[in-house]
Structures are given as C-alpha cells and as structure tokens.
C-alpha cells in the first residue's frame, strides 16, 4: 500500500505493518505547496505505526522535530494563503469595487447632511449639497475673526468629502473600465453600474447564472418580498433592476412585463459570461423588440368602477 505524506512517499507491507521503502521531496515548501493544491497529502498522523515527525527526521527530511514542527507550520500558513489566493476570482475584485461604491455613497450622505448643517449654523441656508457644498465652502474667503476657526475645520472636513467623492469617481472608472472584461453581455444589457450591483447581491457570476429568471427579477427586494410571503404586500415586480432605464422610465402598468423580460435576458447573458464570454449581439436586439412590443400592446388598464 502506498500512503502519501506531504514530505514523501511510503510504501507498507500491510501484512507486517512495515516500510518497505519510500520516496522524500525535496525540502521545498513552495513545489510541496503546489503539490498540496492538486492532491490530498498527509499532514498529521503515522505509517506503519510511526509518527510522521519521527519519519520526517529518520529519513533526512528535517533535522530535529522542533525543525520538522517549524516547516509543517510555515507550509500550512503558504497552503492558506494560496488557497485563499485561487478564491479571489476577478468577479470577487467587482463585487470588492461597487461595495466599495455602495459604502462611500452612503458615508457621504450622512457626512454631507452634517456639514450641510453646520455650514447653515455658521452662515446661511442652502439648496447646495455634497460635492457641490464642499467645493463651496473651500473657496471661501474669512472675513470674521469669531467664525475662522470654524471655518477652517469645515473645509478640512470638505476637503476630506471631496476626496471621498473623487475615490468613488475612481471606482466608478475602475468598473466601466473591467466590468466588459469580466462580463461583456451583462454590461451591454444592464450596464457596468447595475451589473456589478447584481453580482454582488447574487454573490458571484456563477451564482447569478444558475439563478432563474424568476430570482434574478426581484433580487436586492428583500423586505417587499419578506412582505410579500408573511401576507402584508402584493409580490414585487422587480428588485434592484428598477434602477435599469427601461424600467424606471417605463408606466407603472408596464414595469412588471418589462422586468419580467429584462430578468430573463440577464439571464441569459450571465450564462454566456460564464461560460463563453463572447458578446451575443442578439441579446440586446431581441430585449429591445420585446420591451416595444410591452410598450405598443400594454395599454393604460382602465380604472374600476366603484
């Protein structure tokens, strides 16, 4: 019988429990690492009733035990680097970026209200907001001893919001620039916005394209559809793909078929993504011609009478 350790190969005698010769690496931790990668190897246990350690220093792979434990301890922490490496897939760089987006947006928000606020506190109303406010309120000029000091805090904090918004502009870039690489059908149908947006709620290009149409329509509504199943809401007609233009532009009494034929096309694309990536010029075409046949057939329904 042959057993596989991560330092060598032994062959048993199963009938005498005995090694009958064996095969050592290489003391290389990085060509034993690859090696682990492709086929299980032993890392703890015995052969024939010796214990690995005292195999390892027998035969010349390691020169005492406190050396063996310090390599089998410094391959363990390569193995999970590497293993952790092959799992960053360029879809999970997509997902990394428009949650990146997601979460800039919403820290702006907040920190845009509050300089929003003081800026009133210290010198007048304003309709102006976020980048608009900040870059303001850097150019002004002090005149009033008894405001510098506030001032000067307010434009550090606008300055530290502009460089917050010039990050997500960067981001934005990053995914207009990867999204065609990664998912060429889904950007030309949904747009590299909006894609990345429904890999990240689906968790992934390979769980978007095995999702059914059905999902993919209403995924990102989860309180609706929570609604929905405990009795307290109809069932929505569309999730975060409302944000796509040929539904949030679209009659109330359209955007259900409408997203109905926009999931199903996504559909689609995703699994051309997944496992061909090459642009299906058809699917575009064909969603454009279903959404006008929507939008010629699906009249206004007529209100009930009372």
């Keep these: 019988m042959q057993i596989r350790t991560w330092f060598g190969i032994f062959n048993v005698d199963v009938e005498n429990n005995t090694i009958i010769n064996a095969e050592i690496f290489p003391n290389d931790l990085s060509s034993i690492t690859k090696r682990l990668l492709h086929e299980p190897l032993l890392l703890r246990g015995n052969?024939?009733?010796s214990d690995l350690r005292n195999l390892a220093v027998k035969y010349g792979f390691a020169g005492s035990n406190d050396e063996y434990d310090k390599l089998l301890?410094?391959?363990?922490?390569m193995l999970a680097k590497e293993q952790v490496a092959q799992t960053v897939t360029p879809d999970r760089r997509i997902i990394a970026a428009v949650e990146a987006i997601d979460d800039l947006n919403e820290t702006g928000n907040v920190l845009s209200e509050r300089l929003r606020e003081w800026y009133i506190m210290n010198f007048e109303d304003t309709i102006l907001k976020g980048e608009?406010?900040?870059?303001?309120?850097i150019g002004i000029g002090m005149d009033d001893p008894g405001k510098a000091s506030d001032l000067e805090i307010m434009q550090s904090f606008s300055s530290s919001l502009v460089?917050?918004?010039?990050?997500?502009?960067?981001?934005?870039?990053?995914?207009?620039?990867?999204?065609?690489?990664?998912?060429?059908?889904?950007?030309?149908?949904?747009?590299?916005?909006l894609g990345?947006?429904?890999?990240?709620?689906?968790?992934?290009?390979?769980?978007?394209?095995?999702?059914?149409s059905s999902t993919i329509q209403v995924i990102g509504a989860n309180n609706a559809l929570f609604k929905h199943l405990k009795g307290k809401a109809?069932?929505?007609?569309h999730g975060v793909i409302f944000r796509h233009p040929l539904i949030n532009t679209a009659p109330k009494w359209q955007r259900g078929k409408i997203a109905r034929v926009l999931a199903a096309k996504i559909s689609l694309a995703s699994r051309y993504d997944l496992y061909s990536g090459e642009v299906k010029e058809d699917l575009q075409r064909e969603l454009r011609l279903k959404v006008e046949a929507i939008r010629k057939n699906s009249t206004r329904p007529k209100k009930k009478s009372r």
């Design 73 to 77: 301890h410094e391959l363990e922490i």
């Design 47 to 49: 052969v024939a009733g």
């Design 163 to 193: 460089a917050s918004y010039e990050t997500r502009d960067r981001i934005e870039e990053y995914l207009k620039k990867n999204m065609p690489l990664i998912a060429p059908n889904i950007t030309c149908i949904t747009g590299h916005i």
């Design 196 to 212: 990345a947006r429904l890999l990240s709620i689906a968790g992934g290009l390979e769980k978007l394209a095995f999702m059914p």
């Design 132 to 137: 608009e406010l900040a870059r303001k309120i």
């Design 234 to 237: 109809p069932s929505p007609k």
